[in-house]
């Protein structure tokens, strides 16, 4: 079969069409599999000072070692974790903003009617950093230092005491409600802007206790400026054997786990998105941060970004379940 000379030439163009484009797209993989190449920002939604902060640094520091790009925190607070959270979900997906969020955003779908973000639908999931029980801690000026004389003067008084949480609709602030549900008591919750600025508020005695991540409190309880009383579930703590666990007070059913984690904005491409994994993996994995996490009393997760994943909505069901029962409310 003799071609004309016009189909040959057009075909000749094709084919050169279809060699450049492959040739674009091996260019295209190879930049994204050569991420990162300057630095990278992550939205921390809470204020300095907090759980989420306490985790971001260590991992940044770690980051910048291992790959000889900056991690730089870009502390957003407010209005609970969810305006960080809406920041970074319209962020350019490309590798180069990501989000550190918390418990705290499995909680908000239930809490915040009016969210302009999906977590589950607009951020894809990479990494789950950090899983730590809470702490019922409470400043030793204000609140009795033994547990049962503590529980004793809640019921005596009730609404007298008072709790500081990093938001409505935290992991703090559901702790407290779900503390009062299960002990028969009341005390008034006072929402902050992050856990930070709880934390300075209960060293200073001006709120009584907080339900706080053992993360952010561990410095704070190892210093004397705050009284560990209880940390949440059946086992004590390894970091703080001498603090008694919830099942050993009466309390078998308050079992309440703080955890941290790493999104990237929808879109983000799968080579991408697998890099970060490894390299995040590979900055918790080193001596340093091997040391801090274990100084909180934290655990750091080696699972993939689709076992997270599926971690996030086993999260965002378990909350809503217990919003509902406890009748919690934004202040």
Known sequence: MILSSNFASSRRGVLRFAAAGLAGAALGSQAQSAWPTKPVTIVVPFPAGGGTDAFARPLAASFAK???KQLVIDNRGGAGG????????????????????AVH??????????????????FVPIA????????????PKNVPGDFKAFLQQLRSSPGRMNYGS??????????GELFKQQTKTFITHIPYRGAGPALQDLIAGNVDMMFDGLGSSASHIKGGRIKALMVAGAKRNAAFPDVPCAAEL????????????IWAPKGTPADVVARINEEIRKAGATPEAKAIWANQGAEFSGISSQQFGQFVSAEVKRWTQVVKLSGAKLD
Request: aromatic share 10%.
């Open 66 to 68: 291992l790959t000889g």
């Open 82 to 101: 969810t305006l960080g959270a809406s920041i970074a979900a319209k962020a350019q997906p490309d590798g180069y903003t990501l989000f550190m969020g």
């Open 105 to 122: 955003h499995t909680i908000a779908p239930s809490m915040y009617p009016r969210l302009d973000y999906n977590i589950e639908t607009d």
């Open 128 to 139: 789950l950093v950090a899983t730590v029980p809470q702490v019922l801690v409470v400043n």
């Open 166 to 175: 990093a938001g409505s609709g935290t992991s703090h602030h559901l702790a």
């Open 250 to 261: 009466g309390l078998p059913e308050y079992t309440v786990q703080t955890w941290y984690g």
